[in-house]
């Protein structure tokens, strides 16, 4: 097996058997970083504006997850260990709220993470 070094050295540099596997019959060039990077630079730079709330919304729609494993904790350790039902209602809404809260950011982000591109596919 060989070891991390090696198996980085060939994915960061890779050195192809011949000159044919780099480059496609209309002369661009393959190799994946350049790849990448001419990716980026022709399809996502250009739309880094409108992909800049989509991006705030879905870390609000991560950190609403992360909540609702949060408000489970006291509906466990508060309710059902000391077999009450007296802050139910709470604990209830709250997972309510933070799931329709997680449904709309999801449903706006992926509309407008569409939309751009949407309307730029149109175009073409």
Same mark, same amino acid.
């Not at 540099?13 to 011949?18: G, K, N």
């Not at 909540?67 to 489970?72: C, H, Q």
């Given at each position: 097996?060989?070891?991390?070094?090696?198996?980085?050295?060939?994915?960061? %540099?890779?050195?192809?058997?011949? %000159?044919s596997?780099?480059?496609?019959?209309?002369g661009v060039?393959?190799?994946?970083?350049?790849?990448?990077?001419r990716?980026?630079?022709?399809?996502?730079?250009?739309?880094?504006?409108a992909?800049? +709330?989509p991006?705030?919304?879905?870390?609000?729609e991560?950190?609403a997850?992360g909540?609702?494993?949060?408000?489970?904790r006291?509906?466990? %350790?508060?309710l +059902?260990?000391a077999?009450?039902? %007296?802050?139910?209602w709470k604990?209830?809404t709250?997972?309510?709220?933070?799931?329709?809260f997680?449904?709309?950011a999801? +449903?706006?982000?992926?509309?407008?993470?569409?939309?751009? +591109?949407?309307n730029?596919c149109a175009?073409?």
């Open positions: 097996m060989r070891n991390f070094s090696q198996i980085w050295r060939r994915i960061s %540099d890779p050195s192809p058997a011949s %000159d596997q780099t480059k496609a019959p209309n060039d393959l190799r994946s970083s350049r790849l990448v990077i990716l980026w630079r022709e399809h996502v730079l250009k739309y880094w504006p992909l800049t +709330f991006l705030i919304l879905m870390s609000l991560g950190a997850l909540a609702f494993a949060w408000m489970v006291p509906l466990f %350790d508060e +059902f260990a077999q009450s039902l %007296d802050g139910l604990v209830v709250v997972i309510g709220f933070l799931f329709l997680r449904a709309v999801g +449903f706006v982000q992926r509309v407008k993470t569409a939309r751009p +591109f949407a730029d175009l073409r």
